[in-house]
């Protein structure tokens, strides 16, 4: 059977994640935190966005879709059964723009295949980068002129347009309006104002990060830096004010994810960060442009 998903199933669905996250990986990587405001975004529509799967009464695999991205997992159990596949093709159904795309962990080869044999190509690369708890944050103060601080209520607007006037600089990238840049920082349920901060010159913000206080690990979210305030350290400087707010508060792992369309990961390996997990972003053009 198959069916949408309401939000009355969304602890099912984050489990569901969570078991083949623990299995593929050894960790849980998504959070009812991290998938509930997505789901009550403007323009959110559960009915075309959300697929669930099942095996009698057992669900053997989920999925969702967000512009050009799509989510799916199916259970480690049953897997091998040909539900993959229509799980992708449920992606390609639902996907209201040209482009879809998922990203899978690098070393699940039989799940890799399954989208190189449907006509995907690698659009890149992305890897998760930590700091174990052995290890030093370097300490990065902001360049002469440039203040760090929380945000302001009032400044919301503004980082906000830092952050994706950044990100779309990346191709096949669906840009977010302001409310549903809301919806995955501010508003989530989770979010911790000290933790989203700017990088200022004189009254105008040049640069934002938001971070995300995990029960396991301090995660950076969103780095972004205007384009003519690069290469000056405000990056390196918003990282060591958060991750330096992290370890402060006793977290030991922080981390972050970066991609190959960014540049940015020599970089994060430059400062001492490990890399930890990799993924592939296989991509396909549809045929309903």
Do not use: C
């Amino acid at each position: 059977m198959e069916r949408s998903a309401t939000i009355e199933d969304l602890d099912a669905f984050v489990e569901l994640f969570a078991t083949s996250d623990r299995t593929d990986i050894g960790e849980q990587f998504l959070t009812r935190d991290d998938i509930e405001p997505s789901w009550e975004a403007p323009g959110f529509d559960g009915t075309r966005n959300t697929r669930l799967i099942y095996k009698g009464p057992v669900l053997v695999a989920a999925g969702m879709v967000l512009g050009r991205r799509a989510w799916g997992t199916v259970h480690p159990d049953f897997r091998g059964r040909n539900i993959g596949s229509r799980l992708i093709e449920w992606t390609e159904q639902a996907a209201a723009s040209d482009r879809i795309g998922q990203s899978v962990i690098e070393t699940l080869e039989d799940a890799r295949a399954l989208f190189i044999e449907r006509g995907y190509e690698t659009l890149y690369t992305s890897w998760v980068l930590r700091y174990d708890e052995d290890r030093n944050v370097p300490d990065s103060p902001p360049p002469a002129g440039i203040v760090i601080r929380p945000i302001h209520a009032s400044e919301e607007r503004a980082a906000y347009q830092v952050i994706e006037d950044a990100f779309n600089e990346w191709p096949h990238r669906t840009p977010l309006t302001f409310e549903e840049w809301r919806a995955d920082t501010v508003e989530r349920n989770d979010f911790d104002p000290s933790l989203l901060r700017v990088a200022l010159d004189g009254n105008t913000i040049v640069g934002s990060i938001f971070g995300i206080h995990y029960p396991e690990e301090g995660w950076v979210d969103e780095l972004a830096v205007a384009r003519q305030y690069r290469r000056r350290g405000i990056a390196r400087a918003l990282l060591s004010s958060v991750f330096g707010e992290f370890r402060s508060r006793g977290q030991g792992v922080v981390g972050l994810n970066t991609d190959s369309r960014t540049g940015a990961l020599d970089v994060y390996l430059g400062l001492g960060m490990e890399l930890k997990l990799t993924f592939v972003h296989y991509s396909r053009q549809l045929k309903n442009d």
